[in-house]
């Protein structure tokens, strides 16, 4: 990949991680909102909005590093399993999925219906199931598991701060920034090498021509 698309491929990533962690705010710290426009604070409307986007952009940070870190275990895996990589990726989606019940659930000591976490959980599988899809379609079928691996487990691993503070806002306000920045480095990668890829080929073919010798006539 070219250097200036990998640039504008973090700049990207970083903005979809203020842009999320700002529109997620709005959800979750609805009352605080409310507060500032009831009489209308200005000042402080624009440090929360500033803080939300900054905090956003930090989560994106903590993504783009995930993605990378997802690069090389993939590799890895591949040098390492070779054809049981796909079989080892299923199975640690499966430990992943259910570690995101069991231990939130245990940690509330029942206060909150595991139904809940289930939901949770759910939602989160069918979301990542749909990226791994278009990625799928976009590239090839066999891409379907790495996307889906990247999509549940190394979110999950990257939302593991967010699980363990207390309380349901931090968790919130840091999942949304996960899954936008996640979706957008999973989908765009692909076309950004192709982009490259073409961009290559043509410098060659007009580097090739420039070359042949011109042959006058005698």
């Not at 940070?61 to 079989?87: D, E, N, Q």
């Not at 019940?101 to 976490?117: C, D, H, L, M």
């Not at 069918?126 to 999509?151: D, S």
């Amino acid at each position: 990949m070219k250097t200036r698309y990998l640039v504008n491929f973090l700049f990207k990533t970083a903005v979809i991680g203020g842009i999320a962690g700002l529109i997620i705010s709005f959800f979750v710290q609805f009352d605080i909102y409310v507060s500032y426009l009831s009489p209308f604070n200005y000042w402080e409307l624009i440090g929360l909005f500033i803080f939300n986007i900054g905090l956003g952009l930090t989560f994106s940070v903590l993504s783009m590093t995930g993605f990378f870190a997802y690069l090389f275990v993939h590799r890895y895996g591949i040098s390492l399993f070779r054809s049981f990589w796909p079989t080892v990726q299923l199975l640690l989606i499966a430990f992943v999925l259910f570690d995101l019940v069991y231990f939130p659930y245990q940690a509330t000591k029942g206060e909150i219906s595991i139904r809940w976490y289930i939901l949770m959980v759910l939602v989160f599988f069918v979301y990542g199931w749909f990226v791994a899809k278009r990625k799928a379609k976009e590239t090839k079928q066999n891409a379907f598991i790495p996307a889906l691996f990247f999509m549940i487990v190394m979110t999950a691993v990257e939302w593991v701060p967010g699980l363990q503070a207390e309380g349901t806002e931090y968790a919130w306000l840091m999942i949304a920034p996960l899954l936008a920045c996640n979706t957008y480095q999973i989908l765009a990668l692909h076309r950004m090498n192709q982009k490259s890829s073409e961009l290559t080929s043509k410098k060659n073919i007009s580097s090739s021509n420039n070359k042949r010798p011109s042959h006058s006539k005698a």
